[in-house]
């Protein structure tokens, strides 16, 4: 108040009343030029089911002043939407400070509440302005809140039909607001009326069925009526009942059982009076015309059994069977708080080749994560199989050779990524799968008669986690566009709840690919909601000393093979990223103690400081580097991460401890590794150059030798690259942050063998699992592990990095590289703060770099300026501008700036 109070009355003027407008009254009034904007609960928008008694706000600034910044806010949380200043549950009071992350802190969140909020902002000059309210309403909470049972037909795991599940209710008043509490061990869909409800695909997300199960929460307001309803669920497999047989032995795994829900529907009337309809032994059970369901190959569906109106009030299910009560998967039953799988995309067939009147060959011009839905007329009993790949034979026909290859099919009534749909013979009629979805470019349609097909008779829906995207990369090569766009392809062809490795032949939580695309992941979705989910799957698999498994969640394969540092750290990587990226550090204090059991689980197998346990550099293009060598970085990597954490968490003795092994482990792996005379790790392959450079082990002394030593290798192999897994997480970033970012470039951008670019240039939409296209194993076409060229495109080219010290992009660290043989280069990223902008366009001798540092954040620049200077609106930049300030010299000799936020235009000439 006293910096309002001490404001110049122009100033105040200016600030408060730069918008004026007239309102329909003719009164005058101020839009402030400072709103809280993008409030989020848990990093969602007004959602619903918030199971977290300490709930986490969020919010951004409006604001594209120059040096624009919140200096106090306040929180108001109230259950009447009207009277919410007064604020009856929570009232932060006014609190200078910035942050835009807050926990809650009011009085015990009440269960199945719906809760209003709102935030008030002082800016810059003091001027408070208010965002509008929001929402947020609590789940269940706890256990004893549910009413309902969990129930099931009587029948056996290895029953092929999915079950229908029917109830009818009768609401005599008029309903104000209705929830539906859906729990599920398998997969649902729920209908309500007659109407399948919603459009989340493969709900409830995979988890260790027997230790977390997740329930969804949904509006289901507008289906109910007053009246007759009925409600209606069909139950599919999931990773619950997983029925097909591969290498993985999910058909063994401990949880496996026949589907089961627990369903409870909350319905509030006009007059206040609520009335809760449950699942229990009133509702009925049949057999539905879904008469084979697996997530992993396909799903089966005999149009002829559809019974109509199953799902509508009236239908007559005297003949359905009674249900039975069940025992809860686990005790531990969970609010599935994260964006949801959608289909985010249709996608047209691009080309239709027809090899006879009963197979077709539906192309789809871009390999894809989802289904197929067709529309077909033929005659009932008419047997349509569906039969998806990602390459075709030179005969025209599908090939799943490539990914078919784990399968272990028992017989011939489960084929792999083949939908079977026999026709009822009622006119047009359409099918796509609800439990299933596949990894696919094309789809091989034959029929067991003749039918006729079009174009338009097949069309795709790529489906993924609906995270939102946040971040965009252009630039004069169309390659690298095209790059970004397959890698973002890839990375969301594998997030369906958890991270995958590839969409077709596994579906696997391989952790090791995981973390390595993180950032990638994070510099362009908001993926949060899914990591922490995925982390606590981390958590329920960890066994109490301290080992992981290498796929996550696991029917209990992966604890003997594929589990050490160089897969498993993602304990450590991601919530340590999560961090880094929003600034949020509850998932790093989650996982703490379990960060410290697996550290710990390390030293205790391997206490030299150097460990071999692990797989090494996965699918190398041709040199191989000691696995010793890759697990050994990461178990640094690990346990410097652990002593961060113990620091900001003041965790002193653990911040000792660790700070200590961190650096045993690198004296260890310098002393076996390095050679101090040469500067060369090893025998100076791509990857022992990169990997203890770019992961920090490298002696500060000899850095600048050993880069260039790498640089050396890196010409030597002709700028193209000889790495695997791990070496392509550290290759290019260990050359661009340590000034040799043309060198990076050139890898990055080449288009022969071995390359990205061989891939892109040759047709690719998504990422490979292999270097070679014709490679002969490991040659899945959607695989994400080699996907850290997209984080790579925001760090070594736009220069974009999230400050350790000010996490959360709150300060931004920016160091572009204007490199050889690239004309200009755009990225942005929606931080926690707003939009960050990175741009760069060279004009002959000059360089037009835009910046722009969002309300609220500032940022730190760094530029190469040997010979030249940066100007800002025509003037070069000196330590005593205000906006951007030159502050010297980085350790390399960077010339540092510091920035306030705003757009700068500027020319470095
Ligand atoms: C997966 C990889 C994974 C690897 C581990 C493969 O089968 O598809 O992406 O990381 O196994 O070795």
């Avoid at 599920?184 to 399948?196: M, Q, V």
């Avoid at 050679?675 to 392959?685: E, R, S, V």
């Avoid at 999230?802 to 160091?815: A, H, M, R, T």
């Avoid at 800002?872 to 980085?890: E, L």
């Amino acid at each position: 108040m006293l910096r309002f109070l001490k404001a110049r009355p122009s100033q105040f003027v200016c600030s408060l009343l730069l918008v004026i407008t007239t309102g329909i009254s003719g009164a005058v009034f101020a839009v402030p030029q400072c709103t809280p904007v993008k409030l989020q609960c848990e990093h969602l928008g007004n959602p619903i089911g918030i199971d977290n008694v300490h709930p986490r706000f969020s919010w951004q600034l409006q604001d594209t002043r120059p040096g624009a910044k919140q200096l106090a806010y306040q929180i108001v949380v109230s259950t009447d939407s009207i009277a919410l200043d007064q604020a009856n549950t929570w009232q932060s009071g006014k609190i200078n400070s910035d942050v835009t992350l807050v926990t809650y802190a009011g009085k015990p969140l009440q269960p199945q509440t719906r809760y209003y909020w709102k935030i008030f902002v002082w800016d810059k000059d003091g001027v408070k302005s208010s965002s509008t309210t929001h929402a947020f309403e609590t789940g269940m909470m706890q256990a004893e809140n549910w009413k309902g049972a969990w129930i099931s037909d009587n029948d056996d795991i290895n029953l092929k039909p999915a079950a229908y599940f029917r109830k009818e209710v009768n609401l005599s008043k008029k309903i104000k607001f209705a929830r539906a509490y859906v729990a599920a061990a398998g997969l649902f869909e729920l209908s309500i009326n007659g109407r399948r409800f919603g459009d989340h695909y493969l709900d409830p997300m995979y988890t260790r069925f027997d230790r977390r199960t997740l329930y969804v929460v949904h509006d289901v307001t507008a289906s109910l009526q007053q009246g007759k309803n009925a409600i209606g669920m069909l139950m599919g497999n999931g990773w619950y009942n997983h029925q097909s047989t591969a290498v993985w032995f999910f058909d063994k795994a401990p949880w496996r059982g026949r589907p089961t829900f627990c369903m409870d529907i909350k319905i509030t009337f006009e007059d206040g009076s609520t009335e809760t309809i449950s699942s229990g032994k009133d509702w009925k059970t049949s057999l539905s015309p879904v008469i084979f369901n697996s997530i992993y190959t396909a799903e089966h569906y005999d149009a002829r059994l559809e019974q109509q109106g199953w799902d509508s009030p009236g239908f007559n299910d005297s003949k359905w069977k009674d249900v039975i009560y069940r025992a809860a998967p686990s005790t531990n039953i969970v609010s599935q708080m994260m964006y949801p799988v959608k289909h985010i995309e249709e996608i047209p067939t691009a080309h239709l080749n027809k090899l006879n009147d009963t197979t077709y060959v539906f192309d789809l011009g871009r390999n894809i994560a989802g289904v197929s839905h067709i529309t077909v007329q033929g005659e009932a009993g008419t047997i349509i199989s569906l039969r998806h790949a990602e390459r075709l034979n030179e005969n025209g026909h599908v090939d799943q050779s490539n990914i078919d290859v784990h399968y272990r099919p028992k017989d011939n009534t489960d084929p792999f990524q083949t939908d079977i749909f026999i026709l009822s013979g009622k006119g047009e009629e359409s099918f796509e799968p609800r439990f299933n979805y596949k990894g696919f470019q094309y789809v091989e349609v034959t029929s067991s008669k003749p039918v006729t097909l079009s174009q338009q008779s097949l069309k795709g829906y790529f489906m993924h986690s609906a995270v939102p995207a946040i971040g965009s990369v252009s630039t004069s090569n169309q390659m690298m566009n095209k790059l970004w766009w397959a890698t973002n392809n890839s990375y969301l062809s594998n997030l369906f709840g958890y991270p995958t490795d590839c969409p077709q032949r596994e579906k696997n939580g391989w952790t090791g690919d995981a973390h390595i695309a993180s950032e990638t992941g994070l510099y362009n979705f908001d993926g949060i909601t899914v990591y922490e989910k995925w982390l606590a799957d981390h958590r329920d698999e960890q066994q109490p000393n301290g080992t992981l498994p290498s796929i996550i969640p696991t029917g209990g394969w992966g604890y003997e093979w594929g589990n050490g540092p160089d897969w498993t750290s993602t304990i450590a990587i991601i919530p340590w990223n999560i961090y880094m990226f929003y600034g949020d550090e509850k998932l790093l204090h989650d996982c703490y103690d379990n960060i410290k059991r697996y550290v710990d689980r390390i030293t205790a197998v391997s206490p030299t400081g150097l460990t071999t346990w692990g797989l090494g550099d996965w699918v190398p293009v041709k040199s191989q580097s000691p696995v010793e060598l890759t697990s050994s970085v990461y178990y640094f990597v690990d346990a410097t991460i652990l002593a961060k954490a113990a620091k900001l968490f003041n965790k002193t003795e653990d911040f000792d401890t660790y700070s200590k092994l961190a650096e045993k482990i690198k004296n260890a792996f310098n002393s076996k590794y390095l050679n101090k005379q040469t500067g060369i790790y090893g025998k100076g392959t791509q990857t022992e150059m990169s990997a203890p450079l770019h992961w920090g082990l490298a002696p500060a002394e000899l850095k600048a030798k050993i880069a260039a030593n790498l640089a050396e290798r890196v010409k030597l192999d002709s700028f193209h690259l000889d790495v695997g897994l791990l070496g392509t997480k550290t290759i290019l970033n260990a050359l661009s942050e340590n000034g040799y970012a043309d060198a990076a470039y050139k890898i990055a951008a080449q288009e022969n063998f071995p390359s990205w670019g061989w891939w892109i240039v040759n047709g690719a939409t998504t990422l490979y699992e292999n270097w070679p296209i014709d490679a002969k194993s490991d040659i899945s076409r959607n695989h994400i592990m080699f996907g850290e060229i997209g984080a790579w495109m925001y760090k070594g080219l736009g220069g974009i990095f999230p400050d350790e010290s000010k996490p959360g992009f709150k300060n931004v660290l920016l160091q572009p590289n204007f490199v050889d043989g690239l004309d200009s280069f755009s990225a942005t990223h929606d931080a926690p703060g707003g939009r960050i902008t990175s741009s760069w366009k060279k004009n002959r001798n000059e360089v037009a770099y835009n910046v722009v540092v969002p309300a609220n954040t500032t940022a730190t620049l760094a530029l190469d300026l040997i010979n030249k200077a940066l100007y800002n609106d025509g003037k070069m930049v000196s330590s005593t501008d205000k906006a951007v300030r030159a502050i010297g010299k980085t350790e390399k000799g960077l010339s540092r700036y510091s920035l306030t936020a705003g757009n700068y235009n500027f020319v470095i000439k």
